[in-house]
């Protein structure tokens, strides 16, 4: 039951209390107001002149009064307009199949890293991560060039072959499945491999010894134990992937779009701002469970490596 | 085992093919003469004017400047409340409000871009109204919002090498006679260090990278390398962006390697070390 | 291991009615002790029984929930672990991974602010002293385990405190080098004079460093006194069972004299003859203790011992080189553990389910009533 010294110390107060103040005001004033702010835009009125809407609470001198607009109807053209809520739909079935696809992609992967040699690993690792230091924004590029009509994809084939016209490839949903797969792999790889390494391999040694095959003793043992790898690297990916803007942009389609690119064009295209910021918050809503769910993971795994 | 060896290699060949062959085909591309770029040009291929036409471009040179700028001090920035939050969470024991830190420093890992992006532009909208500043958007609200959003990978990072210390560490210093003040810059800064540094290149390249809150705080003038090529590739394929890229890879690519090469030797040194002293009479 | 003579006029350390608290459970249940100068002091027990909670207030990392503590007379309440007259050695060692061996042992003397010059012969002395002299500029990983203690042991011991700590010793070293380190701890706290405080679950450490031992239980001082105290004369079935291994019987009181108390054990068959009294109500229910050691097994029956002596028959044989354990069966069908040295050639020795004669001295046995 040990705490740490820092909290028993009491004659530390003053200093403890400016080490806790500094990053936690910054975050305070740049992280959580602003999305009060938001909040608070979401019900006003727009307005055309700077600043694009109409301040909630106003003191009005002629008639001497408080008037306080609040305008609830932007939260009804979410619900009304079925663009919006097609578009939610949308952005979530892309993020829960890309998901999906970076898992059944990822997990192997993860896998066969965890059961390297140890000094290969890190060889490993290194490969992993080192496309993810390069420009998230570039790698996507990438794929532009091999996804179009005339790229390298559809020239290869041709060449070969395989296919009489030019497959179309891009500005399609599994562009757009591919650009997400692609970007947040090592984000799937890593949770799942920091769990898959501390497997304690006798575990299954045990499990063959008493008669189960190595399928079995994958499914009945390995899967269960990286459960929380699986959360936590899914989370990762999901839920920045609902909200996706680059991507869609650079390789999705034209004709149905993702609520990153739909909320954009609200904001800086109609200027809409109360609109705009009562979408931000019906995607802040629909992502707060998982949001939550994946602090929760964090905080164990902290403990968890805590002696 | 000979067969999961070979499972495992295939998996591995097949993922890091997967993952290396898009970067290898716009760095091959970049050579190509052709404005179509994945059409090669076989007569005039290879070659290497789009890369001096990068040189050229001031606008791009003068984007990537700017770029520079903002993730150097961002990552400063990020690196120092990062490491305070992160210290403050492992080692500060309950206090009021510390979920609510907690909870501040974790969304930003998986919140989407684009509500951060809003959420900052609305408040320094909101600020300007009210107090006049922050006086349009430029450099400097980009770099405040940058430091917001990776200030919490630095908190990840230190939290992790916190929790991995061996708390008798600052005890026995404690215990030795040093205030806390001191057990922190003598015994926790220097052992947490590593971890400061990677948290400082983890922000630095967050920043670097960063499109969609970038393009939602800046100002006119203010353009970050990101955004240029956003803005170009939005049209399509473009050859210089290809030049550009084989650059940053290969800039990325020295440097992962020469760390990985150095971290490897002083692992080695130290193994080496630990051996010795274990065959030592006791 | 020779009784060292402590002063026990000089009350070093004085433990007053502390408590611990943490939420619902009780670490440390109203523990009072005193420590005398120059002498050093084992907490024993297993794990879970509030020693090193107890250790840690002593430093100042915990705060007592009640009582008070005073080292050389003053109350330690409300001053930090780096103002008190105290060091610790962490079970770990902790030592600074980034510091070289000069610079660990160094940083206390730092702190203090004690001259540069003085510093290096102070450091330099304790070095040589701890026979470390030769890795003054090795880092903790390019020493072996006993190197790294000695380095925790001198960074601890140069600030000359009044009272040294030291949480589990000798746990992380293996058996001979423990033995030798044993040896070693003494002569140094005899050379320099300091208080020793000794948490340890180990009862050969404790028996074989300390001048005095405190048993304890469930946050609570069970029993304190000297190695042979403890071990001779146990106040309680747990402190007698917990030291060394130990025969225990159920029984009745059934005479109950100043010189002698004769006491019916239905397990033996026989009653067990005392030679000296004790303090019970009559007719009480008490244990009767008898070690394996103090038990003379042989083919014929002694002389003259008609009480404290019964027959079984020899179920297992532990040959441990120097001596054997042996498991008798008595005819209730209770196991006696019996051990003797190995003195007779191997073809003589008693072996399996051979019958046997057990005896001992009428002033062997410990009467326990709690």
Request: aromatic letters at 10%; glycine letters at 6%; charged letters at 20%.
């Amino acid at each position: 039951m040990r705490r740490s010294f820092l909290s028993t110390v009491k004659s530390w107060s003053q200093p403890r209390n400016l080490v806790i103040g500094v990053p936690y005001l910054w975050l305070l004033a740049f992280f959580a107001i602003p999305f009060v702010i938001v909040l608070k835009i979401s019900f006003s009125w727009m307005q055309p002149i700077q600043p694009g809407y109409a301040p909630l609470i106003e003191w009005v001198e002629e008639t001497r009064r408080l008037v306080v607009s609040f305008n609830f109807d932007n939260y009804q053209v979410l619900i009304r307009e079925s663009l919006y809520v097609d578009t939610f739909l949308y952005s979530a079935k892309v993020a829960a199949v890309s998901t999906f696809w970076c898992l059944l992609i990822g997990y192997p992967m993860a896998y066969a890293i965890a059961r390297s040699k140890p000094s290969t690993r890190n060889l490993l690792l290194m490969l992993i991560i080192l496309p993810f230091w390069t420009s998230f924004l570039l790698r996507v590029y990438a794929w532009v060039g091999l996804l179009k009509t005339n790229g390298v994809i559809n020239n290869t084939l041709l060449a070969m072959g395989l296919i009489d016209e030019p497959l179309t490839l891009l500005y399609t949903d599994f562009a757009v499945y591919v650009g997400i797969v692609y970007s947040y792999l090592p984000f799937m790889i890593l949770p799942l491999y920091s769990n898959l390494e501390k497997h304690d391999l006798t575990l299954l040694e045990a499990a063959a010894d008493l008669g189960a095959g190595p399928f079995k003793a994958f499914f009945k043992v390995t899967l269960p134990l990286s459960m929380p790898g699986i959360v936590a690297g899914c989370l990762l990916v999901f839920i920045p992937a609902v909200g996706e803007f680059v991507i869609p942009s650079l390789l999705g389609r034209t004709d149905q779009l993702m609520i990153g690119t739909v909320l954009s064009a609200q904001f800086f295209g109609a200027r809409n701002w109360p609109v705009a910021s009562a979408v931000a918050i019906g995607l802040l809503l629909v992502l707060l469970l998982p949001i939550l769910l994946f602090q929760r993971y964090q905080q164990r795994e902290l403990e968890a490596s805590r002696r | 085992m000979n067969d999961r060896g070979l499972f495992r290699k295939s998996i591995l060949g097949l993922g890091l093919a997967f993952l290396y062959i898009p970067i290898l085909s716009m760095m091959f591309f970049s050579l190509n003469n052709s404005r179509l770029v994945t059409v090669w040009d076989a007569e005039n291929s290879p070659t290497l004017r789009w890369y001096v036409r990068l040189f050229e471009n001031e606008q791009l040179l003068g984007a990537a400047w700017i770029s520079i700028k903002i993730a150097a001090l961002s990552a400063s920035g990020a690196a120092i409340l990062g490491t305070l939050a992160g210290l403050v969470l492992t080692r500060f024991g309950p206090f009021r409000g510390r979920a609510l830190l907690s909870a501040m420093t974790t969304a930003p890992l998986v919140m989407p871009e684009v509500i951060m992006g809003i959420a900052m532009l609305l408040l320094f909208v909101a600020l300007e109204q009210m107090i006049g500043w922050p006086e349009g958007r430029g450099l400097l609200t980009i770099t405040i919002a940058h430091v917001t959003f990776t200030m919490a990978y630095v908190t990840v990072v230190v939290q992790s090498r916190l929790a991995g210390f061996d708390d008798a560490l600052e005890e026995a210093a404690l215990d030795l006679g040093a205030k806390p003040v001191t057990v922190f810059f003598k015994i926790t800064l220097p052992l947490i260090m590593p971890a400061i540094v990677s948290g400082w290149m983890l922000a630095f390249t967050l920043s670097w990278d960063d499109v969609v809150i970038s393009q939602f705080v800046s100002g006119p003038g203010s353009s970050t390398l990101p955004m240029e090529i956003f803005s170009r590739v939005r049209r399509g394929v473009s050859p210089d962006i290809n030049a550009l890229a084989t650059i940053m890879v290969l800039i990325v690519a020295t440097g992962v390697v020469a760390s990985t090469i150095w971290m490897k030797r002083q692992e080695r040194k130290r193994a080496l070390e630990e051996q010795m002293a274990r065959s030592d009479t006791p | 291991m020779a009784e060292r003579v402590v002063d026990r006029h000089n009350e070093y350390l004085r433990i007053e009615g502390v408590s611990k608290r943490f939420g619902d459970f009780v670490a440390v249940d109203n523990v009072s002790l005193s420590i005398y100068k120059g002498e050093i002091f084992c907490l024993l027990g297993g794990s879970g029984c509030g020693k090193t909670t107890l250790l840690r207030m002593l430093a100042g990392f915990e705060t007592p929930t009640s009582g008070r503590i005073l080292i050389d007379g003053q109350d330690m309440a409300g001053i930090p672990p780096y103002e008190r007259p105290v060091n610790m050695m962490f079970q770990s060692y902790a030592l600074f991974p980034h510091m070289t061996v000069t610079q660990n042992v160094a940083f206390g003397l730092e702190q203090e602010g004690v001259d540069k010059h003085e510093i290096r012969r102070r450091v330099d002395d304790m070095l040589s002293i701890v026979k470390l002299g030769d890795f003054a500029k090795r880092k903790p990983h390019q020493l072996s385990g006993g190197q790294r203690q000695r380095v925790a042991l001198a960074r601890a011991l140069v600030k000359k405190p009044k009272l040294l700590l030291l949480d589990e010793p000798l746990g992380a070293l293996d058996k001979k080098l423990r033995e030798h380190t044993q040896f070693e701890l003494i002569n140094l706290q005899e050379q320099l004079g300091v208080t020793f405080v000794v948490v340890t679950h180990d009862q050969e450490e404790a028996m074989t460093l300390a001048s005095r031992i405190g048993v304890m239980n469930k946050g609570q001082i069970v029993q304190v006194g000297t190695p042979t105290d403890i071990y001779e004369f146990p106040n309680s079935r747990f402190v007698a069972d917990f030291i060394g291994s130990v025969n225990m019987f159920e029984g009745k009181l059934i005479e109950d004299e100043p010189a002698y108390v004769r006491i019916g054990c239905p397990e033996l068959e026989t009653s067990v003859f005392v030679s000296h009294g004790i303090s019970a109500p009559p007719d009480a229910q008490v244990t009767v203790a008898i070690r394996p050691e103090k038990i003379e097994m042989s083919r014929t029956a002694p002389a003259s011992r008609d009480e404290n002596h019964v027959t079984g028959v020899v179920k297992e044989i532990a040959y441990m080189g120097d001596l054997s354990i042996y498991l008798v069966r008595l005819p209730s069908g209770r196991l006696v553990r019996v051990t003797m040295p190995n003195v007779e050639r191997h073809d003589e020795r008693i072996v399996w389910d051979e019958t046997v004669h057990l005896s001992w001295h009428p002033s062997s046995p410990v009467v326990l009533i709690q």
